[in-house]
């Protein structure tokens, strides 16, 4: 089994209907209860973070180019509406709209935000409009966070790990080599100090509060053994392994070897951080590649995986999009529909599609077997940075759990007091593990992952 197949493992958290409680939550719950969010049937609102943007970049081209096939040969046209990844990411624009009962009739989720919408009961079953092969076409487990009580809610259009890149440059003038990349937490420290100079920093992990950060800072929480929500017999948040892991975050800021604010739009983007010279590690994704590609093509840089704590099990956090439809919409037939077509379709023009998104547009793992097989084909695995994510990064990979906004909140909040507000790791976990508990005593949501 090639390695990128071993990417999603399970918890276990069952239940019913939805009860949720934060402010956060609330807006659309209250209005998924009233009936449609309205719209147009013959034309369906898609909105995303990629295309039609400013820039006219490759993948903005590649989402104009999906829907204009699409609407070639449907009476139901696609209509893309752009938001910033700033807006989309960290803003609420998605959560207002549906509030207003003006939701899009398809959007783009990840797995860390798919229970706000299953929950409030706005996605779409999406199984009745997908073929037994198109579902076996996805990697194993690939389907487990946008899945409940078998029924398939997203389709996934990547797989994104995250790993550690560096400046070859940075760590020459350093008088470091590859002997030198770290492989533990104390080294990483250590290496990040001598690679920061009055003009650079040695490392870098976001910073912006957010669904990314959490996303980013799982893998370290999980490395030493701990969770968000109890699983398989694990205590929770308030354990020496989440004190551990907000404490290297904190380390970092207050030894002033990671600045308190990225560059760019976040510490995901390698061309205005690692690329412009302002970090010399950067934790990212596998994005990065063909960012640093198109923008920083000169630039020479390293990839290793995230280091592990002392006795810790190396693990990273694999995340990806998902298209979803609207139960509320106008159409979610039509929209469904779409979804199935634009990345389930097994045909020739199918599998090119998701070739092109995944490993020439950007750099992703492909989320289908077949996808899989003509990017092997066409040698998109044989850069040097993407063997490593291949042969040293996926092996450790987890699938990005899928936590209720609630659970979300109270680890992000945690994150935030001690990475920049200098509270105590363990009070602040303590903090968001009471948090917790107390929501899941009344919790009848769909499982968390």
Not at 161 to 180: H, I, M, N, R, T
Not at 255 to 273: E, M
Not at 302 to 328: H, I, Q, R
Request: one cysteine or more.
């Amino acid at each position: 089994m090639p390695a990128f197949e071993r990417v999603t493992r399970r918890s276990l958290l069952r239940g019913g209907a939805v009860m949720l409680g934060t402010a956060m939550a609330a807006p659309l719950v209250a209005a998924c209860g009233g009936g449609g969010q309205g719209g147009n049937a013959k034309e369906l609102t898609f909105w995303n973070f990629y295309g039609p943007n400013p820039q006219g970049d490759a993948r903005s081209k590649w989402f104009t180019d999906l829907v204009a096939a699409w609407n070639a040969n449907n009476d139901v046209k696609v209509k893309l509406h752009y938001l910033p990844v700033s807006e989309y990411l960290a803003g609420t624009a998605l959560q207002t709209a549906f509030s207003a009962g003006q939701g899009p009739d398809i959007f783009l989720l990840s797995p860390g935000d798919f229970l706000r919408y299953h929950n409030g009961r706005v996605l779409t079953d999406l199984t009745p409009y997908l073929k037994p092969d198109q579902i076996a076409d996805f990697d194993g487990g690939v389907l487990d966070t946008r899945t409940v009580d078998g029924k398939v809610y997203g389709l996934p259009m990547e797989q994104e790990p995250l790993a550690v890149y560096y400046s070859v440059a940075a760590f020459e003038q350093a008088k470091l080599s590859e002997g030198d990349l770290p492989a533990t937490w104390d080294q990483w420290l250590d290496v990040a100090a001598k690679l920061t100079t009055k003009d650079r920093f040695g490392l870098l992990f976001e910073t912006i509060p957010g669904y990314y950060q959490n996303f980013t800072w799982y893998p370290f929480m999980w490395m030493g053994g701990g969770s968000a929500v109890p699983e398989s017999g694990k205590p929770g948040f308030d354990v020496p392994a989440v004190h551990n892991a907000l404490k290297l975050w904190q380390d970092a800021v207050t030894t002033k070897v990671a600045p308190r604010k990225p560059q760019g739009d976040g510490a995901g983007n390698g061309p205005a951080n690692l690329g412009s010279g302002y970090v010399a590690m950067q934790q990212s994704g596998i994005w990065t590649v063909s960012e640093m590609e198109q923008q920083k093509k000169d630039f020479p840089y390293g990839v290793f995986p995230l280091p592990v704590p002392d006795g810790g099990t190396y693990t990273t956090d694999v995340g990806g999009w998902a298209f979803v439809a609207n139960a509320k919409g106008a159409n979610p037939e039509a929209a469904a529909t779409f979804i199935a077509w634009a990345l389930g379709a097994t045909d020739e023009a199918g599998v090119e599609r998701g070739r092109q998104w995944n490993t020439v547009v950007k750099t992703n793992l492909p989320a289908r077997k077949s996808v899989q097989e003509a990017a092997r084909a066409a040698g998109a695995f044989d850069k040097p940075a993407l063997k490593v994510f291949l042969d040293k990064v996926v092996p450790g990979g987890r699938g990005e759990p899928r936590y209720t906004p609630e659970v979300y909140k109270a680890v992000s909040d945690a994150i935030q007091a001690t990475q920049l507000g200098g509270a105590d790791p363990a009070t602040a976990a303590a903090d968001a593990a009471s948090k917790i508990d107390a929501f899941l005593k009344g919790y009848q949501g769909a499982a968390m992952l």
